[in-house]
């Protein structure tokens, strides 16, 4: 054999290896893709969960921050000059109105009463007797025994010590209001708050610290702001009878206490553009305190009959709102829907799903219009029903023990996906059998591409 046929022969020999490598590689690639990165093969159904849309009823509210406040507080301040002789609160305890708060010193406005008295009962005894000297004189007049003018001027004597008697007895009405003061009482129904001043201070009329704060907390008030685009519709809510409003706890989810809209205040602040309102709470457990923060939702009305789906389930996309229903063939689809109110836990749907339907509310990452899904928790799309068995025939009947509603495979195992270890094992063969085979085909390759250039050396 010459050398340029030796050389022919064992370029044909590579391009056999390069080829058969090119048809492994073809061979396997679709296989590949088929299966994916981890061995699973995409085309198989997708696990979600879904659930039922529902009618019922749902509550609109505005929600706010509110800030509690006590519905009375007064600062208790002494109306008069003296010792702070003794104090009979104590600190933090509820007060009715009219309880003795503190005790001041009456020794000298208790004096001004006593000479005011005294007055008054010296301008009395004047006074009967002038009435007496009147009635003699009156009787003397009758007689011509006295003239005209004395008669007049003792008459004039009696109106006037008439109006001093009653002058006396409002310097006695003054000076016992003094002598009360002293004696400080609740003006009304409250918790008494920490003492400012201590038994024994000189406390005046004009001093602008007093001795305590009063706050009134059975009912309290709450007042928080709603922006004024929401003004038209509470006012015409309100007009036609009271709104409920209701505290939270600060995560939402738990209602403190439960009250009445009061007052919508009678302008809007400029600054913010929004409107206070203040509601009454009765607050029986004292869940609200004064200068807590609360959130508060006013129930504005009651949407009857809606049909809901989980928030969870609303999707958004460049077209607007959707959601995924599941159909009677286990697919899944997109549907757009309209969504009038939502919060954390529902939404209101005005169009595009029923009350029988099923949304999907999780596995949205792998799930497109018209993919197969298969549903956990034991939850099944709504559907045509198998008369022997009552349920769904695609994936509603019972199946035997281990095996899975789609190719029989166990249920411990569900889509024949392997376990992380099982596929880590996988991997390591895989990649020993790979590389073992690339070491074979670089040996023969070099040995051959030897030979060829030994056999073409003269």
């Known amino acids: ?133 009147l009635e003699r004189y009156t009787t003397l007049l009758k007689t011509n025994a006295v003239n005209r003018q004395l008669f007049d001027t003792q008459r004039a004597q009696v109106a006037q010590l008439e109006a001093q008697v009653k002058l006396d007895q409002g310097a006695i009405d003054n000076a016992r209001a003094y002598v009360n003061y002293c004696t400080i009482v609740s003006p009304l129904d409250g918790r008494i708050g920490l003492r400012l001043l201590d038994q024994g201070n000189l406390v005046h009329a004009a001093d602008v610290t007093g001795i305590v704060v009063i706050t009134q907390i059975r009912p309290i008030a709450v007042t928080f702001n709603l922006p004024q685009q929401r003004l038209g519709q509470v006012n015409k809510a309100f007009e036609q009878g009271p709104l409920t409003v209701e505290a939270l706890n600060p995560d939402g989810r738990a209602v403190l206490d439960t009250g009445k809209l009061q007052v919508i205040n009678n302008q809007v602040d400029q600054t913010t553009g929004t409107v206070q309102m203040k509601a009454e709470f009765s607050n029986p457990d004292l869940q609200l305190w004064p200068g807590q923060f609360v959130n508060v939702r006013l129930l504005l009305d009651t949407l009857r009959q809606v049909v809901v789906v989980p928030t969870g389930a609303v999707q958004r996309g460049p077209n607007g709102t959707f959601v995924y229903v599941v159909q009677p063939d286990s697919t899944v689809k997109v549907t757009n829907v309209t969504v009038i109110q939502q919060d954390a836990s529902q939404a209101v749907i005005a169009n595009g799903v029923e009350a029988t339907d099923q949304v999907v509310t999780s596995g949205f990452g792998q799930i497109a219009n018209g993919r197969k899904v298969i549903l956990a928790s034991g939850s099944a799309p709504q559907g045509p029903t198998d008369p022997a068995t009552g349920q769904s025939p695609s994936i509603g009947r019972p199946l035997p023990a281990g095996q899975d509603s789609r190719s029989g495979q166990s249920a411990q195992n569900p889509q024949g996906l392997q376990s992380p270890q099982d596929r880590s094992e996988q991997r390591t063969q895989l990649s020993g059998a790979a590389t073992e085979g690339s070491r074979r085909y670089d040996r023969r390759v070099s040995e051959e591409t030897q030979n060829v250039t030994q056999n073409a050396t003269p």
């Not at 509550?59 to 509110?66: I, R």
């Not at 519905?71 to 104090?87: E, P, R, W, Y």
Request: hydrophobic share 45%; glycine share 8%.
């Open 1 to 133: 054999m010459t050398a340029n046929a030796k050389k022919l022969l064992a370029i044909g020999i590579l391009g056999i290896l390069a080829a058969g490598a090119a048809y492994v590689a073809a061979a396997s690639g679709p296989q590949q893709q088929r299966t994916g990165a981890r061995g699973t093969n995409i085309d198989a159904p997708i696990p979600v969960l879904a659930a039922s849309a529902e009618v019922a009823d749902v509550p609109v509210y505005l929600d706010a921050v509110g800030t509690t406040k006590a519905l009375n507080t007064v600062t208790v301040h002494s109306q008069v000059d003296g010792i702070l002789t003794k104090i009979r609160f104590k600190e933090g305890l509820d007060v009715k109105r009219g309880d003795v708060l503190a005790q001041i010193d009456a020794t000298t406005y208790q004096a001004q009463l006593n000479q005011v008295m005294a007055k008054k009962a010296l301008d009395e005894a004047q006074l009967a007797n002038a009435r007496l000297d």
